[in-house]
T-cell receptor, first 110, second 115 residues
Framework: KNEVEQSPQNLTAQEGEFITINCSYS?????LHWLQQHPGGGIVSLFM???GKKKHGRLIATINIQEKHSSLHITASHPRDSAVYIC????????????FGKGTHLIIQP | GAGVSQTPSNKVTEKGKYVELRCDPI?????LYWYRQSLGQGPEFLIY????????DSGLPNDRFFAVRPEGSVSTLKIQRTERGDSAVYLC?????????????FGEGSRLTVL
């Protein structure tokens, strides 16, 4: 079974700071997803990646397959970025149910 | 609809009762997933459908839990003889192809409370 670990579990930062959230997993994967969940709200997919780096606005996601590690970066953070960020991995090959990390609770203070 | 729709949004029931939770995925999405999220935890995989068939049901905790997707679109998660430990948010997601190759779209979830 794949173990997905996220760090930090909780992060409080000031508006404008550069944010990094880390995710590591134990078993080779076919894809990694970064998801965002607001309090009381549903989950929104931010990125799906299997190699390299993706950028969308102020969000950047990277993955190192050899090291079984991914990072989510937020540049010029804003209070509206406050949410739980969840890393999830797919092994593929028919076993397509995601394994999720416990999430990183991010608070950006104005 | 434009997104994944789940009903009911909230369900309160008594221990021992039967519950059905419904998921209406994005039109045309062949892959459908059910997850369960307890307070303060990440989601936990329950079952995955590709079309009408359950491709992977390894996450169902026991035989009280069952899910169907008879026509390859709407899915129903059924819980028999509910227990207090079943209380959680039940999330549904759909994908055009599957989580290994495609983006997932999540519903708002159904919050189940078993008294």
């Amino acid at each position: 079974k794949n173990e997905v670990e996220q760090s930090p579990q909780n992060l409080t930062a000031q508006e404008g700071e550069f944010i990094t959230i880390n995710c590591s997993y134990s078993v080779g994967i076919s894809a990694l997803h970064w998801l965002q969940q607001h309090p009381g709200g549903g989950i929104v997919s931010l990125f799906m990646l299997s190699s390299g780096k993706k950028k969308h606005g102020r969000l950047i996601a990277t993955i190192n397959i050899q090291e079984k590690h991914s990072s989510l970066h937020i540049t010029a953070s804003h209070p509206r970025d406050s949410a739980v960020y969840i890393c999830a991995v797919s092994v593929g090959g028919g076993a397509d149910g995601l394994t999720f990390g416990k999430g990183t609770h991010l608070i950006i203070q104005p | 609809g434009a997104g994944v729709s789940q009903t009911p949004s909230n369900k309160v029931t008594e221990k021992g009762k039967y519950v059905e939770l419904r998921c209406d995925p994005i039109s045309g999405h062949t892959a459908l997933y059910w997850y369960r999220q307890s307070l303060g935890q990440g989601p936990e995989f329950l079952i995955y459908f590709q079309g009408t068939g359950a491709a992977d049901d390894s996450g169902l905790p026991n035989d009280r839990f069952f899910a169907v997707r008879p026509e390859g679109s709407v899915s129903t998660l059924k819980i028999q003889r509910t227990e207090r430990g079943d209380s959680a948010v039940y999330l549904c997601a759909s994908s055009a192809s599957g989580s290994s190759t495609g983006e997932l779209f999540f519903g708002e979830g159904s919050r189940l409370t078993v008294l």
